[in-house]
């Protein structure tokens, strides 16, 4: 397996020129790296004008590995080659390095790159990158590969402290300033040069000499004659620098930092949709042991679900009930001692069974989303309040009152469902869980929900009987007395609602509830289907007029598979026909339909239209077809034949088609990769899998009209019959 390595950007607040002379310090031989014993010049090239120089080195490393395991080896030291090419007239400088020891059972590369703040002309930044493969190492692979990552991630963190030193030597003996490269015919006399070079440089700016040695060890721009304010380090072309990771994120290993820009990085590549904030892919990275692959499964499922319910405008959208508003307990409260949100639920006084029996399992779910996407916006404003990350929040729950009225088998099932999507699209978001005041029921209750909590959130619990939350390590180790809620004997006048009983008069009957759960579950643009192999998923378009446009968006949640479009002159015969008009889509009465009749030959009963489109896994892919004759055109998403023989019962196509009408059509089916899993009573089926009339927002047919310009005249990249799609990139590795 190859392991990779992506730094964040570091920020130097020293200009380029003065950076290079402070590295060129740590040749042939580098203290501070006690590993870096020697390094000898092997070729040098210096162009004419002096603004190229490449030079490359013969470096000796004294790897701190087993003495047993160097035996095995037969070696003492590892060599490694470096060439480092510099353009003075660029202001960058490129790294490059790889091991000369068993390059043929190991093989290292690394990159490395100096260059000029965007932003900035007198800041310098630096990146690297490097990637590891073990082939082979007489069975100790796992062990180098170890003690490889170890000694990396060592050096890297005395990366910027080792420049920082040299950066003090040098201001120790009096440089401060370095005059850029200038062509040979502009370059000033030698005199001039040389005085640049001393410290007397910063009165020629009217700047006086101590002053700006002061300067130059606090970190600062050496000179800033205009006295206007310097711009704040940030990310360059929107890369994560690492004081930003610092300052938002918290502190985090060098390979932590590097599996966040990795799947940041992915993210960005492949999908189209609304990329996450940095502290979101952080919290699935967190939660899944920085395992970058686990993190980008779960991340993705995540995706696609708020993606379909629209998550990320519930906030805007949604308001709750009154009946909500009035009876649920609970409610936002100030913040703890760590400053995270303070979020309070007086579950002991909440009517449980009237809430569902009044408004149904999915309005109490969708409001505690709305909960979580609030917790998720207090975290990012306690962070700029407070100066330091918070990224989560503390949950304070009060079970005085709770009695066997709360194990209501409905209300159970209610609330775990709830865990169970929160678990999956909002981990890492519980700082801290106090309950207090657990009575002797709440065994019970405990019994049945912690299956459904993942282990790491179970730690975060503090469970306190009676009033032990008064006394020593209690409530007060984590809140301050002064927002400590009144009905808790505090100070703090709460506004969380009492709760209360529900009046019966606002129940509703099942059938009601049935069909609300229904109209909020399928309030989606979305519609789900899913491909195997030798089932692809194909929908029909008639189309009436020449020069129509078809226009499509879907997502692949899981796998890879191949996008066709085809034109046939006659209809197919699916199972069950369902031609809704001139300009309609058919609507397939399961999760998975062809149309296309086995007996058809391709070139004689239909032909293709568009030349095949891979799509991979995570992609969201979004395009759009101009026709070019009338008749039956059937878009096919099937199975990519790529997949290695062993992965194909495994692993499933799906894809996701959005529509802005589809609310009522149909539930999403049990499916991978579709949270939260949901199947539909047996009564409901056969109404709801009826053709219905409908027109999709994002899978849409545009007629031609009179005037409307000729094939030859669309504009560029949307040739007639062509592919206007947004091309996706292919997956990166990881």
Same mark, same amino acid.
């Given at each position: ?90 202001? $960058? ?210 995706? $696609? ?6 998550? =990320?405008?519930?906030? =805007? ?33 909440? =009517? ?374 947004? $091309? ?7």
């Amino acid at each position: 397996m190859v392991q990779k390595y992506q730094s964040p950007v570091r920020v130097y607040k020293h200009p380029f020129e003065l950076i290079m002379a402070a590295y060129e310090r740590r040749f042939p031989t580098c203290p501070l790296i006690p590993m870096f014993v020697d390094s000898d010049t092997v070729n040098e090239f210096r162009s004419e004008d002096g603004a190229i120089h490449v030079i490359e080195r013969r470096c000796k490393l004294d790897i701190d590995a087993p003495r047993l395991l160097k035996k095995i080896a037969g070696v003492d030291y590892v060599y490694f080659v470096q060439k480092n090419s510099l353009n003075s007239r660029e202001r $960058t400088l490129h790294i490059e390095a790889h091991n000369e020891t068993f390059s043929n059972r190991v093989i290292i590369n690394e990159h490395c790159c100096y260059s000029v703040h965007p932003e900035n002309e007198d800041w310098t930044c630096f990146e690297q990158s490097a990637s590891l493969d073990i082939k082979s190492f007489f069975g100790f692979e796992s062990t180098v590969e170890k003690i490889a990552m170890k000694q990396y991630t060592s050096n890297i963190k005395k990366g910027k402290e080792i420049i920082e030193y040299y950066l003090r030597q040098l201001e120790e003996e009096g440089i401060t300033f370095v005059p850029r490269w200038t062509p040979p015919a502009l370059a000033p006399s030698s005199d001039a040069a040389a005085s640049s070079c001393k410290k007397q440089a910063a009165s020629s700016a009217g700047v006086d000499a101590e002053p700006a040695l002061k300067d130059g060890l606090s970190g600062e721009p050496l000179s800033n004659p205009s006295g206007a304010p310097e711009p704040v380090a940030g990310p360059p072309d929107d890369k994560l620098d690492a004081d930003y990771i610092k300052r938002y994120l918290g502190d985090l290993t060098p390979l932590q930092e590097s599996c966040l820009i990795r799947l940041r990085q992915w993210l960005q590549e492949t999908h189209k949709g609304k990329i996450p904030k940095d502290e979101h892919i952080l919290r699935f990275l967190r939660a899944r042991d920085f395992n970058i692959d686990k993190a980008r499964e779960v991340l993705c499922q995540s995706l $696609t679900w708020r993606k379909q319910h629209q998550v =990320d405008y519930i906030l =805007d959208s949604w308001h709750a009930p009154q009946v909500l508003q009035d009876y649920y307990a609970g409610g936002w409260h100030h913040h703890d001692k760590d400053g995270r949100p303070l979020y309070v639920l007086r579950l002991g006084q909440m =009517d449980t069974k009237g809430l569902v029996r009044a408004l149904g399992e999915e309005a109490l779910l969708r409001y505690v989303l709305s909960v979580n996407e609030e917790g998720l916006r207090r975290c990012e404003d306690n962070t700029k309040v407070f100066g330091r990350p918070i990224s989560s929040w503390t949950c304070l729950v009060d079970l005085e009152g709770l009695n066997m009225r709360h194990l209501w088998r409905p209300g159970v099932k209610a609330l775990l469902r709830i865990i169970e999507v929160v678990e999956a699209n909002y981990p890492e978001t519980l700082g801290r869980l106090l309950i207090l005041r657990a009575p002797r029921v709440f065994p019970v209750l405990w019994t049945l929900v912690s299956p459904f909590i993942d282990d790491n959130t179970r730690r975060k619990f503090l469970i306190y009987a009676g009033n032990d939350y008064q006394g020593p390590g209690g409530l007060l180790d984590y809140i301050d007395k002064e927002i400590i809620p009144d009905f808790l004997s505090g100070e703090c006048m709460c506004e969380v609602p009492e709760g209360g009983l529900v009046p019966k008069s606002l129940y509703r009957t099942a059938e009601e509830l049935e069909n609300e759960d229904l109209k909020l579950w399928t309030e989606t643009i979305y519609q789900s289907a899913s491909v195997f192999k030798g089932a692809p998923h194909e929908i029909l378009i008639q189309i009436v007029d020449a020069s129509s446009v078809i226009t499509w968006d879907f997502d692949v949640c899981k796998g890879d598979i191949v996008f066709n479009i085809y034109h046939s002159k006659r209809a197919p015969q699916p199972p069950k026909k369902d031609v809704l008009g001139a300009h309609s889509v058919t609507s397939p009465g399961g999760n998975n339909v062809q149309l296309i009749d086995r007996a058809w030959q391709l070139g004689r009963d239909y032909s293709m239209v568009e030349s095949s489109l891979t799509c991979r896994e995570g992609e969201s892919v979004q395009g759009s077809h101009v026709t070019r004759w009338p008749g039956f055109y059937i878009l096919q998403w099937k199975f990519h034949a790529g997949l290695p023989a062993g992965l194909l019962s495994q692993v499933q196509g799906h894809v996701l088609h959005r529509g802005d009408r589809l609310r009522g059509l149909q539930r999403l089916h049990d499916q991978p990769g579709v949270q939260p899993q949901r199947v539909l009573p047996a009564q409901c089926c056969h109404h709801l899998v009826q053709p219905v009339p409908l027109q999709l927002h994002d899978l849409q047919v545009v007629p031609g009209a009179p005037g409307r310009p000729p094939a030859s005249d669309l504009p560029p990249g949307c040739p007639a019959g062509g592919h206007c799609a947004q $091309t996706p990139r292919p997956l990166g590795s990881s």
